[in-house]
C-alpha cells in the first residue's frame, strides 16, 4: 500500500457576509474520506470543478493539514509529519507562477536541485528528462513565452526530475495537444514498469481517466462516491444505453413517441441525451429512424456508458465534467 | 535515467514508529547551501525575462531626483550628502523592499508557494535566495545613482567602496522586510501597497537631510531602516569619515537585515502550510 487515506475531513468555515457581499455558509471540501492507493498503479480522483480533489490532494501532500483523519505514506503520516511528503512524492499543482519567468531548462534542473540532487546530477536528470518529452528544441525558452499546452509539460518535467516513488499530477495534460499527451502518458508509464512508481492523478476528463486509470475515486462534494476500476463502474450502470439525439432545428414533438422520450432526455439545445434500458434504446431509434421523425433528425449515437453516466448515475451533479 | 536506492543518500530518517510500520526511506533533504545558491540562481536569471525595465524604471527614478534636487540644493554641502546617499538607497528600496513585496504576494496569493512547499527545501533557502537575488539586482542602479549623483553635486568620489558594505547590508534589512510584508499580506494587492508605502517613506524620509524635518518625522525616520544605510552612505562623502559610526549604522541594517529575514521565512512557513 502506497497511500491510505481514513475519515479524512476538511470543513472551510463559513464567510461572514459584508456589504455587498453575501455570506457563504462552511463548506465540508473533504467528508470522511477513505482511500487505498496500491503500488504501482494510476489511480484517479475524478469528479466536477469543486467537487474536493484539489483540497484532498492538498491535505496529502502536506500543504493543508485536514481537520480529522488519517494520511499514511509509504508507512509515514503525512498528518504528524506533512514536510515528509516533500521527501516521498513528487506534486505537480495546477499553478506555474513559481516557474513562469524561469528557461523550461533552469525550472527543471532547479527544481531537481531542490529536490536535493547534486548539481552535477540534477543537470542529467534535467537533460534526460527533457528529451524524453522532447522538449530539447524550447529548452531555452521562458515558460510563460510558451503555449498551456507546453508550459504545462515543462512543469511536468520539473516534477519528474529527482525520483520519487509517488507522483501527484493535478490535471496534469490541461491544455496539451495529443502529442504532448501522449509524451506525458510514456513518460509514466516507464516510470511504472522500470521502477514501480505510483500515480495519484486529479482529472476531470472522463475519456482520459476511461484510458490511463487503473482505478477511479469518483467524488462529489467532498465525499468519494463509488471506488472501483473503469470497468468496475461502467458495469454498475452496465444495464442502460445512452443514446443521443441532435435534431436538425427542433424536435419533431407532433409525433407521439418522441413527445414520450422528451420526459427521459436531458436536453441541450439541439442535442438530447437519454439513459434506457437496451430494448428501450431499440424502440427509440427505430422511432426516430422511420417515419416522420427521421426528416427532422441531423444525427443520433448509441453508446454503451461512459464514467460520466456512472457518474450520473451515482447521484452525482454532472456539470463540470469534460469529455475531450 | 539512474537511480540511487534512496538508503544510500543522507538524511534518511526513519523513527521507532515508522521501522515498526515498515516506512520507506526518505528522499534525501535539499541541503541549505546548494538549495540557496539554486534559488538565488533562478530568480537572477528571472531579471533577465520580467526585471531590466523595473530595474531601469528603479535608477531613472533616482536619478531624476538628483537632477531635480540639484535645483535646490548646493554641490559639495552637508545637505548634498544626503540627497546623493538617499537617492542612491532608494533603489534599494524599490526593487528589494517593494518588487519583492510584491512578487512574494502574488507568488502566495496565487499558489505558487506550493511549488517550494511541495519540495523538501529549507524555508530560509527560500527567502534568502530570493532576498539576496532581488538585492543584486539593485547593485548596477545604485553605483549608477551614486556616481552621477557624486559628480553632479561635487563630492568625493574616493570612499565609493563603501557600497559593497551598503549594498548588502541595506539590501538584507530592505528585503527582508519586503520579503516579510508580501508573505504577511492577507492579499496580493496589500502586499503591493505596503511595498509601495514602505518605498515612498524610503523615498520621502531618505532624500532629505534629518535636521530640516520636524521631531515627529524625525522619530518616523530613524524607525525606517533604510535611514541607517543612508546614513553610513552618507558619511563616508566627508572630507574625515567617522568609521565608527558609519559601522554602527550598518550595524543597525545588518540587525534589522536578520530580523526581519528571521520573520520573513517564519511567514513563508506559515504561508506554505495553510
Same mark, same amino acid.
Given at each position: ?30 467528508? &470522511? ?44 503520516? /503525512? ?8 521527501? /516521498? ?48 528544441? /524550447? ?49 509514466? &508509464? ?37 471506488? &472501483? ?9 452496465? &444495464? ?85 | ?8 543518500? @543522507?538524511?534518511? $530518517? ?48 533616482? $536619478? ?35 518588487? %519583492? ?38 547593485? @548596477? ?18 570612499? %565609493?567602496? $563603501? ?10 534589512? %530592505? ?38 524635518? @520636524? ?7 530613524? %524607525?525606517? @531602516? ?49
Amino acid at each position: 500500500m502506497v497511500c491510505a487515506v481514513r475519515g479524512l475531513t476538511k470543513t472551510y468555515p463559513a464567510v461572514r457576509g459584508r456589504r455587498g457581499v453575501p455570506g457563504a455558509p462552511a463548506v465540508r471540501a473533504t467528508d &470522511d474520506v477513505r482511500l487505498d492507493v496500491r503500488r504501482g498503479e494510476i489511480f484517479g480522483l475524478l469528479g466536477p470543478n469543486g467537487a474536493g480533489k484539489s483540497t484532498l490532494v492538498r491535505q496529502l501532500t502536506g500543504l493543508m493539514r485536514p481537520d480529522a483523519g488519517s494520511v499514511e505514506i509509504l508507512g509515514h503520516d /503525512i498528518v504528524r509529519h506533512p514536510e515528509r511528503a516533500s521527501r /516521498i512524492l513528487a506534486y505537480l499543482g495546477q499553478e506555474s507562477t513559481a516557474l513562469d519567468e524561469l528557461t523550461v531548462s533552469l525550472a527543471a534542473e532547479t527544481t531537481g536541485r531542490l529536490r536535493g540532487l547534486e548539481a552535477r546530477r540534477a543537470r542529467a536528470e534535467r537533460d534526460a528528462v527533457l528529451e524524453e518529452l522532447g522538449l530539447t528544441s /524550447i529548452a531555452g525558452r521562458a515558460l510563460k513565452k510558451l503555449s498551456g499546452g507546453q508550459r504545462r509539460l515543462a512543469c511536468f518535467a520539473a516534477a519528474l526530475v529527482g525520483e520519487r516513488p509517488l507522483l501527484v499530477l493535478d490535471e496534469p495534460t490541461t491544455g496539451m495537444d495529443p502529442v504532448a499527451r501522449r509524451a506525458v502518458w510514456a513518460a509514466v &508509464d516507464r516510470r511504472r514498469a522500470e521502477r514501480g512508481t505510483t500515480v495519484l492523478l486529479v482529472t476531470h476528463n472522463v475519456i482520459e481517466a476511461e484510458t490511463v486509470l487503473d482505478r477511479v475515486a469518483v467524488l462529489d462534494q467532498g465525499r468519494v462516491i463509488a471506488c &472501483d476500476t473503469p470497468t468496475g463502474l461502467k458495469e454498475r450502470v452496465a &444495464d442502460e444505453v445512452r443514446v443521443e439525439l441532435v435534431w436538425r432545428e427542433t424536435a419533431p414533438l407532433h409525433v407521439p413517441e418522441v413527445a414520450a422520450l422528451r420526459e427521459r432526455a436531458v436536453e441541450a439545445g439541439r442535442r438530447w441525451t437519454l439513459r434506457l434500458a437496451p430494448e428501450e434504446a431499440r424502440a427509440a431509434v427505430a422511432t426516430v429512424t422511420g417515419g416522420a421523425a427521421f426528416a427532422a433528425l441531423d444525427d443520433f449515437t448509441l453508446a454503451t456508458p461512459s464514467l460520466e453516466d456512472v457518474y450520473l448515475a451515482l447521484g452525482g451533479a454532472a456539470r463540470g465534467l469534460v469529455k475531450a | 535515467m539512474s537511480v540511487v536506492p534512496a538508503g544510500i543518500l @543522507p538524511g534518511a $530518517v526513519a523513527d521507532e514508529d515508522d521501522a515498526a510500520r515498515g516506512a520507506a526511506e526518505l528522499g534525501p533533504r535539499a541541503r541549505m547551501w546548494p538549495s540557496l545558491a539554486a534559488v538565488y540562481r533562478a530568480q537572477l536569471s528571472r531579471a533577465r525575462v520580467a526585471r531590466i525595465p523595473l530595474l531601469f524604471v528603479a535608477t531613472f527614478q533616482s $536619478v531624476g531626483i538628483l537632477v531635480m534636487m540639484r535645483g535646490v540644493v548646493d554641490s559639495g554641502g552637508h545637505d548634498a550628502r544626503f540627497v546623493v546617499a538617499g537617492s542612491s538607497v532608494l533603489v534599494v528600496a524599490y526593487v528589494g523592499l517593494n518588487l %519583492l513585496a510584491q512578487y512574494f504576494g502574488q507568488l502566495r496569493g496565487s499558489g505558487g508557494l506550493d511549488h517550494y512547499a511541495t519540495l523538501p527545501v529549507p524555508p530560509a533557502a527560500v527567502v534568502l535566495g530570493a532576498a539576496g537575488a532581488y538585492a543584486s539586482f539593485t547593485v @548596477p542602479g545604485t553605483v549608477v545613482t551614486a556616481v552621477f549623483g557624486g559628480v553632479l553635486f561635487g563630492l568625493p568620489l574616493s570612499h %565609493l567602496w $563603501v557600497l559593497a558594505a551598503v549594498i548588502p547590508l541595506a539590501g538584507a534589512a %530592505l528585503s527582508g522586510l519586503g520579503a516579510a510584508l508580501g508573505l504577511l499580506a492577507p492579499r496580493p494587492e496589500l502586499a503591493t501597497l505596503l511595498g509601495q508605502l514602505g518605498m515612498s517613506a524610503a523615498l520621502l524620509l531618505g532624500v532629505l537631510p534629518a535636521d530640516r524635518m @520636524p521631531e515627529a518625522v524625525r522619530f518616523t525616520r530613524d %524607525l525606517l @531602516p533604510s535611514t541607517y544605510g543612508v546614513e553610513a552612505f552618507a558619511r563616508t562623502f566627508g572630507p574625515h569619515p567617522d568609521w565608527a559610526f558609519v559601522a554602527g549604522d550598518l550595524a543597525v541594517c545588518a540587525g534589522v537585515g536578520v530580523a526581519s529575514l528571521a520573520v520573513a521565512t517564519w511567514a513563508y512557513r506559515r504561508a506554505a502550510v495553510r
